[in-house]
T-cell receptor, first 111, second 113 residues
Framework: DAKTTQPPSMDCAEGRAANLPCNHSTISGNEYVYWYRQIHSQGPQYIIHGLKNNETNEMASLIITEDRKSSTLILPHATLRDTAVYYC????????????FGQGTTLQVKP | DGGITQSPKYLFRKEGQNVTLSCEQNLNHDAMYWYRQDPGQGLRLIYYSQIVNDFQKGDIAEGYSVSREKKESFPLTVTSAQKNPTAFYLCASQPRQTNSPLHFGNGTRLTVT
């Protein structure tokens, strides 16, 4: 599975959009991009995933560049409860084995 | 409600004792996973199982053992051979559709003194 690179930390003002970048320059054609978040001492929560096209659900939007080497998770109106560690992962849809998590980005939403 | 149950939430053991962490899911998922998380670190894969009676080692399997006798259960035993067992342990499951996301339990925090 391809590796991902994320900034270790980011701040965002409450009510503003939070844009979390992820670099996955070695991604292959079969690999999906997944985003999870983890609030302290809880299990990671699935947010969204995509292959090529941009995706949106009730939690967030996922923007994947045309060359698929990077993506951005967008929380449109961040709240204090969105403060968490956000993980970007890429995974081959045919690989039902390992799912490798990196260090993630700690997002701090400030009032 | 369907989900993954990890119990207990907090577990304390003396050094040299084996301890088993429970993970049960009622989501009818085929694949199950165990991860370990240390303070300020990401998740590291210990063991995973794609089907009943079969499992594979992850990146840090030494000192751990698992079984998968039932689809809904994937217990993890932390043995006395694990040199640094104190950590946060997370169980996850996934349906057969391979691009589906993982569902996680809320973890067990193990402290060994």
């Amino acid at each position: 599975d391809a590796k991902t690179t994320q900034p270790p930390s980011m701040d965002c003002a409450e009510g503003r959009a939070a844009n979390l970048p992820c670099n996955h320059s070695t991604i292959s054609g079969n690999e999906y991009v997944y985003w999870y978040r983890q609030i302290h001492s809880q299990g990671p929560q699935y947010i969204i995933h995509g292959l090529k096209n941009n995706e949106t659900n009730e939690m967030a939007s996922l923007i994947i560049t045309e060359d698929r080497k990077s993506s951005t998770l967008i929380l449109p109106h961040a709240t204090l409860r969105d403060t968490a560690v956000y993980y970007c992962i890429v995974r081959d849809y045919s690989n039902t084995g390992k799912l490798i998590f990196g260090q993630g980005t700690t997002l701090q939403v400030k009032p | 409600d369907g989900g993954i149950t990890q119990s207990p939430k907090y577990l304390f053991r003396k050094e040299g004792q084996n301890v088993t962490l429970s993970c049960e899911q009622n989501l009818n998922h085929d694949a199950m996973y165990w991860y370990r998380q240390d303070p300020g670190q990401g998740l590291r894969l210990i063991y995973y199982s794609q089907i009943v009676n079969d499992f594979q080692k992850g990146d840090i399997a030494e000192g751990y053992s698992v079984s998968r006798e039932k689809k809904e259960s994937f217990p993890l035993t932390v043995t006395s051979a694990q040199k640094n067992p104190t950590a946060f342990y997370l169980c996850a499951s996934q349906p057969r559709q391979t691009n589906s996301p993982l569902h996680f339990g809320n973890g067990t925090r193990l402290t060994v003194t």
